[in-house]
Protein backbone atom coordinates (compact mmCIF):
# COMPACT_ATOMS: atom_id res chain seq x y z
CA UNK A 1 0.00 0.00 0.00
CA UNK A 2 1.15 3.12 -1.01
CA UNK A 3 1.35 5.50 1.78
CA UNK A 4 3.11 8.90 3.24
CA UNK A 5 3.24 9.58 6.95
CA UNK A 6 3.79 12.97 8.07
CA UNK A 7 4.91 13.65 11.89
CA UNK A 8 6.77 16.00 14.17
CA UNK A 9 4.36 18.79 14.18
CA UNK A 10 2.80 20.55 17.59
CA UNK A 11 3.64 23.38 19.93
CA UNK A 12 6.38 25.39 19.42
CA UNK A 13 7.25 29.21 21.13
CA UNK A 14 8.54 31.85 18.06
CA UNK A 15 11.83 31.72 17.32
CA UNK A 16 12.16 27.99 17.89
CA UNK A 17 13.08 24.90 15.69
CA UNK A 18 10.83 22.33 14.54
CA UNK A 19 11.76 18.66 12.09
CA UNK A 20 8.72 17.56 10.72
CA UNK A 21 9.30 13.78 9.22
CA UNK A 22 7.78 12.55 6.02
CA UNK A 23 8.05 8.53 5.90
CA UNK A 24 7.14 6.66 2.63
CA UNK A 25 5.75 3.09 2.25
CA UNK A 26 4.86 1.35 -0.79
CA UNK A 27 6.99 3.13 -2.29
CA UNK A 28 10.84 4.94 -2.64
CA UNK A 29 10.99 8.41 -1.95
CA UNK A 30 14.04 8.65 -3.90
CA UNK A 31 12.69 7.90 -7.10
CA UNK A 32 10.41 11.08 -6.72
CA UNK A 33 10.77 14.62 -6.62
CA UNK A 34 9.49 15.44 -2.64
CA UNK A 35 7.40 18.63 -1.91
CA UNK A 36 6.31 20.13 1.12
CA UNK A 37 3.46 22.25 1.87
CA UNK A 38 1.04 24.08 4.12
CA UNK A 39 -2.24 25.46 4.91
CA UNK A 40 -3.34 28.11 6.94
CA UNK A 41 -6.76 28.06 8.49
CA UNK A 42 -8.72 30.36 5.77
CA UNK A 43 -6.09 29.90 3.59
CA UNK A 44 -4.93 28.31 0.40
CA UNK A 45 -2.32 25.97 0.27
CA UNK A 46 1.28 26.69 -0.32
CA UNK A 47 4.07 25.36 -1.10
CA UNK A 48 7.05 25.89 0.69
CA UNK A 49 9.90 24.18 -1.37
CA UNK A 50 11.28 20.87 -2.59
CA UNK A 51 13.97 18.64 -3.28
CA UNK A 52 14.11 16.58 -6.51
CA UNK A 53 14.84 12.98 -6.80
CA UNK A 54 18.16 11.98 -6.06
CA UNK A 55 19.18 15.70 -4.30
CA UNK A 56 20.44 14.89 -0.72
CA UNK A 57 19.04 18.44 0.83
CA UNK A 58 17.77 22.06 -0.35
CA UNK A 59 17.79 24.81 1.34
CA UNK A 60 15.10 28.18 1.48
CA UNK A 61 15.21 31.02 3.54
CA UNK A 62 14.59 29.26 7.14
CA UNK A 63 13.58 25.88 5.68
CA UNK A 64 15.75 23.05 5.05
CA UNK A 65 14.63 20.03 3.16
CA UNK A 66 17.01 16.42 3.38
CA UNK A 67 16.31 13.09 2.59
CA UNK A 68 17.41 9.94 4.17
CA UNK A 69 17.29 6.98 1.79
CA UNK A 70 18.01 4.54 4.55
CA UNK A 71 14.89 5.62 6.40
CA UNK A 72 12.89 6.07 3.04
CA UNK A 73 12.43 9.35 5.00
CA UNK A 74 12.01 13.25 3.68
CA UNK A 75 12.65 15.77 6.84
CA UNK A 76 11.62 19.24 7.23
CA UNK A 77 13.71 21.28 9.32
CA UNK A 78 12.05 24.81 10.32
CA UNK A 79 14.34 26.99 12.19
CA UNK A 80 13.34 31.06 13.91
CA UNK A 81 10.08 29.80 13.86
CA UNK A 82 6.78 32.86 13.24
CA UNK A 83 3.30 32.80 14.20
CA UNK A 84 2.67 33.05 10.84
CA UNK A 85 4.31 29.45 9.92
CA UNK A 86 1.05 28.29 12.24
CA UNK A 87 -0.52 25.67 9.46
CA UNK A 88 -1.32 22.05 8.45
CA UNK A 89 1.90 20.86 7.22
CA UNK A 90 1.63 18.14 4.08
CA UNK A 91 4.36 16.34 2.39
CA UNK A 92 3.67 14.91 -1.14
CA UNK A 93 5.89 13.08 -3.77
CA UNK A 94 5.41 13.38 -7.52
CA UNK A 95 7.18 12.79 -10.57
CA UNK A 96 8.39 16.90 -10.44
CA UNK A 97 8.25 19.71 -8.66
CA UNK A 98 5.02 20.80 -9.62
CA UNK A 99 3.19 17.43 -9.89
CA UNK A 100 1.99 15.64 -6.75
CA UNK A 101 1.29 12.02 -7.32
CA UNK A 102 0.79 11.27 -3.38
CA UNK A 103 0.06 13.06 -0.42
CA UNK A 104 0.36 12.48 3.08
CA UNK A 105 -2.20 13.16 5.82
CA UNK A 106 -0.74 15.92 7.40
CA UNK A 107 0.90 17.10 10.71
CA UNK A 108 -0.30 20.28 12.53
CA UNK A 109 2.64 22.86 13.26
CA UNK A 110 1.36 25.79 15.62
CA UNK A 111 4.15 28.36 16.62
CA UNK A 112 2.64 30.30 19.94
CA UNK A 113 3.67 31.86 22.96
Known amino acids: QVQLVESGGGLVQPGGSLRLSCAASGFTLDDYDIGWFRQAPGKQREGISCIPTGEGSSVKGRFIISRDNAKNTVYLQMNKLKPEDTALYYC???????????WGQGTQVTVSS
Open 92 to 102: AAGPGCSVQRY
